[in-house]
């Protein structure tokens, strides 16, 4: 019997098939396309093809079909992610609205038609007057909510103390006229306020509120060398502490209060003023015109 010779089979050069699905996943009808009728294979695609020619051979099409489900999966769950992100940070629309009066009778019948009786706002400590100021000048704004007029303020709570020891507090003691002499006379306002308190206006920053408010009620040559004791998490003045409350200068008046806190020390501001005895001094503020507007008496006390 004679057997015939095994002969060695030549490899035949693989040929595209010129199809979808082909396994050569480097051919140019997957990297340029095939004119109209097939378009080029996306970066990820081409990716996915060379992992499942490379690992699974011989389970290609089963190994492509099971990542290009994964792939979906993956894909779907970015949607909803960012669906469920664009919920978040949806404005509401509606609900408060703002309102703004035109005159101080104006502004008198959005309060009471907004829940503020006439006797409340005849026993107010401030008047219309003053109310309506502060909202031309941004400081306060009224809202109507169901029906309801709230007060909207932001301000800055600033504790000032002589070092890094934190051992003495800056209070605001009480605000006084002056006399013939331009001397500190009389005490019009009893004040006992820890550090300086400072309303922000409109589209105002923390920070720049403070160095205002610094400016204003310490001088001017105190609002420029400011060194921060921010304790974490504590205070950070970037981020706002909501408190709810009537409101001290217009009771009856539902108000909404953003505070912005922080610590901090003034070097000259300790030099000349720490070591009087007894540690009180005051600061004439003045007027935006330049003209007198009270004297402020100030105390270091023991932390």
């Avoid at 396994?23 to 396309?33: D, Q, R, S």
């Avoid at 999966?73 to 009066?101: L, V, W």
């Avoid at 310490?218 to 921060?228: A, F, K």
Wanted: aromatic share 8%; proline share 4%; charged share 40%.
């Amino acid at each position: 019997m004679v057997r015939k010779r095994k002969t060695k089979k030549k490899n035949k050069k693989k040929i595209c098939c010129v199809g979808i699905g082909c396994p050569e996943w480097k051919h140019c009808i997957h990297i340029l396309g095939d004119g109209d009728k097939y378009r080029p294979k996306r970066k990820s695609t081409l990716k996915r093809m060379k992992k499942c020619l490379t690992r699974h051979a011989k389970t290609y099409k089963k190994c492509m079909k099971r990542e290009r489900k994964k792939s979906q999966r993956r894909r779907k769950k970015a949607q909803k992610r960012k669906k469920y992100r664009k919920r978040r940070t949806r404005k509401k629309r509606g609900g408060n609205k703002i309102i703004p009066p035109t005159d101080v009778e104006n502004l008198k019948q959005i309060l009471v038609n907004g829940g503020v009786s006439q006797d409340k706002i005849a026993k107010w400590p401030k008047t219309l007057d003053k109310l309506l100021e502060e909202m031309r000048n941004k400081e306060t704004i009224l809202i109507e909510n169901n029906g309801k007029i709230k007060r909207l303020v932001k301000a800055v709570d600033i504790k000032v103390y002589n070092d890094e020891t934190k051992k003495y507090t800056l209070y605001e003691l009480g605000h006084y006229n002056q006399d013939a002499n331009g001397e500190p006379n009389q005490e019009t306002k009893s004040r006992n306020n820890k550090g300086v308190l400072e309303k922000m206006m409109g589209e105002e920053s923390p920070t720049t509120a403070m160095k205002r408010g610094i400016k204003e009620e310490l001088g001017d040559e105190y609002s420029r060398n400011i060194r921060y004791l921010k304790g974490h998490p504590t205070f950070d003045i970037e981020i706002a502490d909501i408190k709810k409350s009537d409101s001290n200068s217009y009771p009856g008046l539902p108000a909404f209060y953003n505070w912005y806190h922080d610590e901090i020390f003034i070097p000259e501001l300790t030099k000349n003023t720490f070591y009087n005895n007894p540690k009180t001094f005051f600061i004439k503020e003045l007027k935006d015109d330049g003209t007198f507007k009270r004297w402020i008496k100030w105390e270091w006390k023991k932390t």
